[in-house]
Structure formats: structure tokens, C-alpha cells
């Protein structure tokens, strides 16, 4: 089987319903939140590669250039156009630094990573976005393509997004080492499309009551919400405790922990147990750790990524590695079945929910209300005054 395929998909993106977006009276935050975007898999960049990728509402390109470095660039070409997916070539150029083309006193530096338009070929350089090559000129022209702040780890590609673009980045999603070094093997993903609002994604971990109200149920019963208490689900239930912290220290405090335990159960007996380990980096970027001493033991994390394609439209990817192992291959297969099965029920309920900022919190749900203060440091000013973005960004 080829794991860089989706192993389970959701809704296309065509198929999610669109009703969301219309909803009426929605004092929604800003779309995009401030920080660390997960924007594309590594793996399905290739060196000397270039990908059209949707994201912020914007067509944006990421490219990897000779030298295996990542770029994410604007889209279209600031000579006429064009846009440099469609075509465009990423290419070593030899940057021209003086003289002209009629006659001898031509100096190049070094080359550098470029990509080249496909209308008229003019070159810009990936590390900078200046135009450095037009191969009818004798003058490079004062031309600018715009960069996006990137980096990769951990098998993803990120880019930083701020709505002020003078605010640079105070941290990044620190690596794994079990990915970076091999130790944990990729066995597969899932995607899903979302209509929702992104910051609905990962609350949903902070949301503790609903764990045992969507989750209890089999995942191999019917996966809808509608036949959570058939006679199946009766007998194979899961059970799951679960705590929700922000992270207190100074330097982490864009980060949070979600400890989290699912207990098996057939006719209320303990089966099988796994415990999960969960840190949210940013606001759209989260690790699973899960462990299980089952038949010699399981370890590994599910990488989970949230990228904004436009307002209240999302897509969620979900990445799994484990330790290299038989069991590990077999449970793979169980996990990647079972995710897609669990945020099916979630899914439902997102693309069809209101978001509302002034939410009925239970004192079981406290967490809720202290996820809501912590995600408010990825807004400018806490989202407070981009309430009325709804009614300007909500027709894209």
C-alpha cells in the first residue's frame, strides 16, 4: 500500500456543506490566527518541486529549490501576472551583478535558489522574492515577488502569518526527535475538509464533557451520530479521562497539554488501554503522543494539522508515526480507521454549528472558558476588535 496517499478521506471540498459561513448574527474572531501555519506535508515536496497551495483566503506557492531549502511565495508573478505554478520552474540561477549583456564585464556571484515564470521567464530569488534575471533585458528591474517567513520539522511544512507583518516570530514547533532521526516510521494520514471556524478545531480538545458524549461509542459501529446507541455500541464502549492545561511556563505559553486515557470496555470490562499525551503548538498545530503496553508495547504520535484555506473553510490532516514494529503496523491500520471514524462525529456537528463568543459554560466545562482565554494570545488584541471582519470576508 502507498502511504503518501490518503489512507481515509472525509467530505472533498466540493462536498462539505456551505451553510456555515451564511449563518446570520455569528460575532465571530478573526478568521486566521497569528503564528506557525501548517501548510504542507514534506513529503510531498520534492526537491526542485513547486506546489499551488490554497491558504488565508490566497494562492500561495511552496517550493523546494535546489539546495532542499522550502520557500512559500505569492503566487503571481509581479511582471504580468501569471501565475507561477501553472508552469513556473524552480531552477539554480546565477545571479548577475554588474555589466550588461553586450559586453565582457558581466559579474555573477554565487548561484541561488530562483524560480522562473513561465510567461516570460523572468527569475526570482526564492530566499528574497527579488527579480534577478530577464532574459531580454540588459537591466534587472527593481521587481519583488512577495516571501512568506517558512521552515520545516517534523515532516511539515509551516509558514508564519501575522496580521501585522512587521511582528516576527518569538518561537517555533521544536522537533521531534523520533521523526527527525527515523526511530518512528510514517504509516499513513487522513484529511478531512471542515466548514467551521479554525479555533472550533483544536478547542474541541479542551472540551472534556464531550469526549464521553461523541466518543464513548465503537468506532466499529456505525461512525454517524445518529446510531451512537444501537445494540452494537452497547456492548463495545470507550471511556475516556482527560485534563486540559496551558502550559505555565514563560517561554511556553503558546503551548498547552491535554492529558487524555481511553479505556476499552466490552460488557464494561476493561480490554485495552491507551494514554495520550497531547501539546497544542500555536493555534493550528498539534502532537498526539500515544502509548500502550499492549503485546510488548506501542509508541508513537499523530501529527495533526489545521490549515486555513479561506474563512470558516479548513482542512485538517492528521499524520501517524509509530515505532518500527509488527504490532506497531497492525495497530497503525486500527488507529488510522478509528481517527477517521471519531472526527467523522465531530465533523458533523462542525459543519453545522454556530459559533457563539459568548457561550453557556457548565462547571464541568471550565476548561472551555480557560482554552478560550489561552487561544485569545494568537489574535491581535485578543480578536476583540475584529468582530465585524464577518460582514467583509464572509462572501469568499
Known amino acids: 500500500m502507498d502511504l503518501t496517499i490518503p489512507v481515509f478521506t472525509g467530505d472533498s471540498n466540493e462536498q462539505v456543506p456551505k451553510n456555515v459561513r451564511i449563518l446570520p448574527n455569528q460575532q465571530l474572531p478573526p478568521f486566521y490566527p497569528n503564528g506557525w501555519i501548517p501548510i ?3 513529503r510531498l515536496l520534492k ?24 520557500y512559500v511565495l505569492d503566487a503571481y508573478c509581479p511582471h504580468l501576472g501569471a501565475n507561477l505554478a501553472i508552469g513556473g520552474i524552480v531552477e539554480r540561477c546565477r545571479i548577475r551583478i554588474g555589466g550588461d549583456k553586450n559586453n565582457n ?28 534575471d530577464v532574459p531580454y533585458e540588459d537591466n534587472v528591474p527593481n521587481a519583488k515577488l512577495k ?14 502569518y501575522h496580521d501585522d507583518p512587521n511582528v516576527e516570530p518569538e518561537w ?18 487522513t484529511e478531512h475538509y471542515v466548514n467551521c471556524h479554525l479555533q472550533e478545531i483544536p478547542e474541541n480538545g479542551a472540551d472534556i464533557v464531550h469526549l464521553n458524549q ?30 486540559w492545561s496551558p502550559c505555565p511556563a514563560p517561554d511556553q505559553q503558546h503551548i498547552s497539554h491535554l492529558e487524555m486515557i ?37 509508541e508513537g504520535v499523530m501529527i495533526q494539522m489545521v490549515k486555513p484555506i479561506g474563512p470558516m473553510r479548513n482542512s485538517i490532516i492528521h499524520d501517524f508515526y509509530f515505532n ?36 453557556y459554560i457548565g462547571k464541568s466545562e471550565q476548561s472551555l472558558v480557560k482554552y478560550r482565554r489561552w487561544f485569545s494570545q494568537f489574535y491581535s488584541n485578543g480578536g476583540k476588535n475584529n468582530i465585524e471582519q464577518t460582514k467583509n470576508d464572509c462572501d469568499w
Open 40 to 42: 504542507l506535508e514534506s
Open 262 to 298: 481511553n479505556t476499552n470496555k466490552i460488557f464494561g470490562i476493561k480490554i485495552i488501554e491507551f494514554r495520550f499525551n497531547v501539546r497544542q503548538i500555536g493555534p493550528a498545530y498539534v502532537e498526539i503522543h500515544l502509548k500502550s503496553d499492549i503485546f510488548g508495547g506501542i
Open 105 to 132: 564585464k558581466i559579474v555573477h556571484k554565487q548561484e541561488e535558489d530562483c524560480i522562473r515564470c513561465p510567461f516570460h521567464s523572468w527569475a526570482f530569488r526564492m530566499s528574497d522574492g527579488n527579480c534577478v
Open 214 to 243: 461523541i466518543h464513548s461509542s465503537s468506532v466499529f459501529g456505525s461512525g454517524g451520530l445518529e446510531n451512537r446507541y444501537n445494540w452494537f455500541n452497547r456492548i463495545l464502549k470507550h471511556e475516556w479521562n482527560a485534563q
Open 147 to 160: 516571501i512568506w517567513k517558512s521552515f520545516e520539522v517534523n515532516g511539515v511544512i509551516f509558514v508564519w
Open 47 to 70: 526537491r526542485n518541486q513547486l506546489k499551488s497551495i490554497l491558504c488565508f483566503g490566497k494562492e500561495l506557492i511552496v517550493a523546494r529549490g535546489p539546495s532542499n531549502k522550502v
Open 172 to 189: 517555533k514547533p521544536e522537533q521531534i526527535d523520533e521523526i527527525m532521526t527515523g526511530k518512528w516510521q510514517f504509516y499513513g494520514r
Open 324 to 359: 518500527n514494529s509488527i504490532i506497531s503496523f497492525i495497530f497503525s491500520k486500527f488507529f488510522l480507521f478509528a481517527e477517521a471514524k471519531m472526527i467523522q462525529r465531530d465533523i458533523e456537528i462542525w459543519n453545522r454549528k454556530a459559533f457563539l463568543r459568548r457561550p
